[in-house]
């Protein structure tokens, strides 16, 4: 960066500051992010943004300005950005002291490094430092929190076994230059506001991985980051790419105060699973991912000392086109709305400079397009809108009832002003209580319930609230069924098709054989979520 005095930095940091929409610092209070200031709920809805590849620069600057690149993350409804560095880009002075137009040049990206000088022209006489300060100079002026993540040690696409960077005392990962590294970056940021949390280390994995190893260096370095800057929330990742907290006691022996966060990944690959989903049977493939989650990284969130959990990374093909991937998010989306996780989806980018030696290549799971033009799902504001909101929140008063949550359409119940049943987008939803198994489910604030009239025909709501019609039970292995009788003792299921707002009652799909079932009970996945807001 130039020269620039504490003074210019602390108002520069006070201007920031002012335009966040949460008062920051963030801080931990039991298994939730907090506002340090008022003790209120924070929701991380992040977005995940490459800045780790070998040019050192963040994705998508040879298609857009940087500042519509921003503008795009809030209207996308995230309210953070995960944003990845390389390790060398802080230690190594011949990484960081880089121009971007050398960066581009001296790796033969020659149509990526004009896109930018098109786009950004500011930006390219900058060292990739210099550059990654700017895109977070952006992200505070737009009100959008920071989590720096250190995704790699020697920049390049992550992540597999053998690529040298898994864990401590691979080739490119030396610890002692990794504890350096997060001191560095630590140091940097400190005086930005927006930057509200660091993640160590991104999936550690690979041979090498071992426990003592782990508890080690992850202990070390989480008490330099606090050390550093005691502001920030340090996020902790396990083994196995993230996948397996379970070796861990419910603390670690890091002196981090109210500092700490775990973090974990999910996909559809993970745990070997990317057949299974398309295999089936579905409903038992999603009731096991699901308990292996709970397992291996959401218990850190329960007990006596529960710490929050950040759900750092999931992610599918955003085309539709991957039904292991389609099947996969129905599941994660009613888990997460379900636990009110904090998150962060992989990724933004609708394209790299460079990966595995492609130029311009394509990444089908970001959000947005190749072009970075508009979202790649159309409707993705819909299929997410129920997670980005804050569903729990500790200190609130209301009561707590229910959304009626559809995974597959990513919308929810509403009851209109005629008493008419629809799925529509989450903006707009009814609140229901239910008492549990063999109980109506009671639309908050009326006299009435949600019954069934027969089998094809739509659910409807009625005063008539003791006949077996009315009387809904929680089923199968995934817990995402919603059955109830028809009048000849037969079990029927809400369902919807996703082609219409209209809810129906119909058989209900591998209620009985759901082990062995090949059916898609997706249309029938219906959850139940717990909320304590309006």
Known sequence: MGVVSLKDILL????????????????TNGRWVVDSMTGKRVKLQCINWASHMQSMVVEGLDKKPLPEIVDSMSSLGFNCVRLTYATYM?????????????????????????????NNPSLLNLTVVEAYHKVVDELGAKGIMVVLDNHISRPNWCCSENDGNGFFGDEYFDAEEWL?????????????????AMSMRNELRGPRQAQPDWFRWVGRGGRRIHFVNPKLLVIVSGLSYDTDLSFLPRNL??????KLVYEGHWYAFSSGRRKAWVNGPLDKVCATTMKEFDDRIYFVTKGKNPVPLFASEFGVDQRGLNQGDNMFISCFLAYAAERDLDWALWALQGSYYIRENKTDFEETYGVLDKNWDQPR?????????????????????LPTNHIMYHPLSGHCVLVDDNNSIQLTDCLNRSHWSYGGDGTPINLVGTSMCLKAVGDGLPVTVSTDCSSNQSMWRVISSSKLQLATMNEQGKSICLENNSNSSTILTTECLCAEDGDKCQDNPEIQWFKLVQTNLS
């Open 90 to 118: 802080f230690t190594r002075l011949d990484y960081g002291t880089r121009t971007v137009d050398h960066s581009f040049t001296s790796l033969n990206l020659t149509e990526a490094r004009d896109g930018i000088a098109k």
């Open 12 to 27: 520069i940091s006070f201007f920031l500051f002012a335009s966040l929409a949460n008062s920051l610092p963030l801080s």
């Open 253 to 258: 022996s890091v002196n981090l105060g109210n």
């Open 377 to 397: 799902n159309p409707k993705f504001r819909e299929r997410y809108r129920l997670v980005e909101q804050m569903l729990q929140d500790p200190t609130s008063k």
């Open 180 to 196: 350096e590294g997060l001191t560095i970056v630590a140091r940097r940021f400190k005086y930005y506001p927006q930057v509200v």
